[in-house]
């Protein structure tokens, strides 16, 4: 699939978030950067013992980590001779090339099963295979969305619109008057010709959970399943966990069923199941992720960590942000109250810090439970204070 997620992040977003990978390794691996990591950043995971790996960067040329990877010959070499298991954010072709000339395991999905779990058009035959319940659901072409977006709309009243590329919140419309369908054809008219869109009526939702795995051989260890938060245009806000609906057995039951189906068609790796719940006790996957997704870091940490609650703040946007704000600098406007302590058990760890292009803060807010999780994001938001937004991406 030569264009990736295209309706989504983008290539110049995705290399952004390659710092994160620091989160997820242990002393002894090898993280791959795009760009030099914040020294101060390092160095405050280490005063709250969270042991990482070696972080390197990846110094050749090409628009995706992997292809810098692949053109930094003296890494490659360097790197070759390891008994190492290639685990990236998502995989794919240069991934797989990756592997082969290390002579790796890659922990991610092989191209093909990428490719079909990554279009939403193949959900619905997902689930019907695997027995599981489905929202009525149009698959429709570039020329004929807008048509069937309001024959949907004047029989159901309001329809939920996906590309069938998607990440984030990006590529999704809610669709409930024309003002809303003239700006559903703005954002068509940017994909690409073959584009293909996913319409739903839009069920009321009680809870969105978000299930994740980590398959192995041995079958999908269950990591968490966290509340996800939306905005009304269907922007991802960030996760809290643990969710309400954590034990549903409803909920349980069919992820554990995908990720046992996904398992069985070759994927190893992590993945996340977005699911919702409707108000007459309906249960439906709506999503599978199949690569590392936001959630995934706190989630992890939050057991390196020992605390028992979390909430994942993104795309916090502030007027005093600015290009080159290093680690310190940003921490000086939290403070020591707001700032992640060992001894006091609680507090602010940042995901991803404001760059250049991307001038928004993502954070993680850990505690023991949600109640100290809510008191702590108060006292951060209270600091930034007026000129604050949030918009964030998965």
């Known amino acids: 699939m030569g264009d990736g997620l295209e309706d989504g992040l983008g290539a110049e977003v995705l290399r952004m978030l390659s710092h994160r990978a620091v989160l997820l390794s242990e002393p002894g691996d090898v ?18 013992d969270l042991e990482v790996g070696r972080v390197v960067v990846a110094r050749g040329e090409g628009e995706t980590v992997g292809a810098r990877l692949l053109s930094d010959d003296g890494l490659m070499d360097e790197l070759s001779g390891g008994e190492w298991v290639v685990e990236p954010y998502m995989g794919g072709e240069e991934m797989e090339r990756v592997a082969d000339r290390l002579g790796a395991e890659l922990w991610a999905p092989g191209v093909e099963l990428l490719d079909r779990l990554n279009l939403k058009s193949n959900l619905c035959p997902i689930l019907g295979h695997t027995g599981l319940a489905t929202i009525p659901t149009t698959v429709a072409g570039r020329g004929d969305v807008l048509s069937t977006a309001r024959h949907m709309l004047n029989e159901f009243g309001c329809v939920m619109v996906r590309s069938d590329l998607s990440i984030g919140g990006h590529g999704v419309w809610r669709v409930e008057s024309e003002d809303d369908l003239r700006f559903l054809q703005t954002g068509v008219e940017r994909a690409s010709a073959g584009r293909l869109f996913v319409l739903q009526p839009l069920l009321e939702v009680t809870h969105s959970p978000n299930v994740q ?109 600015e290009d080159g704000m290093g680690f310190e600098e940003l921490m000086g406007v939290f ?30 807010v850990f505690g023991d439970d949600l109640n100290e999780v809510g008191r702590i994001e108060r006292l951060m938001m209270e600091r930034l204070g007026s000129g604050m937004s949030i918009g964030g991406v998965e």
């Not at 992720?289 to 795309?315: I, K, W």
Request: hydrophobic share 45%; charged share 20%; with cysteine.
């Open 31 to 48: 993280v791959v950067v795009d760009s030099e990591v914040d020294e101060g950043w390092l160095d405050s995971l280490g005063s709250i």
């Open 335 to 364: 403070g020591g109250e707001v700032v992640f302590d060992r001894v006091r058990g609680n507090g602010v760890v940042p995901l991803m810090l404001p760059r250049a292009g991307r001038r928004v803060l993502d954070v993680m």
């Open 213 to 321: 795995f980590a398959i192995r051989d041995d079958g999908p260890e269950l990591l968490g399943v966290s509340a996800q938060q939306m905005t009304e245009s269907f922007a991802f806000g960030g996760n809290s966990y643990p969710s309400e609906v954590a034990d549903d057995p409803k909920v349980l039951d069919q992820s554990v069923r995908i990720a046992e189906w996904m398992r069985g068609q070759g994927h190893r790796g992590m993945v996340g199941i977005d699911v919702i719940v409707t108000v007459d006790g309906g249960v439906f996957i709506v999503e599978i992720n199949p690569r590392v997704n936001t959630s995934t870091f706190p989630l992890l940490l939050s057991e390196r960590l020992g605390c028992g609650a979390f909430r994942l703040v993104t795309g916090l946007v502030w007027d005093g942000f």
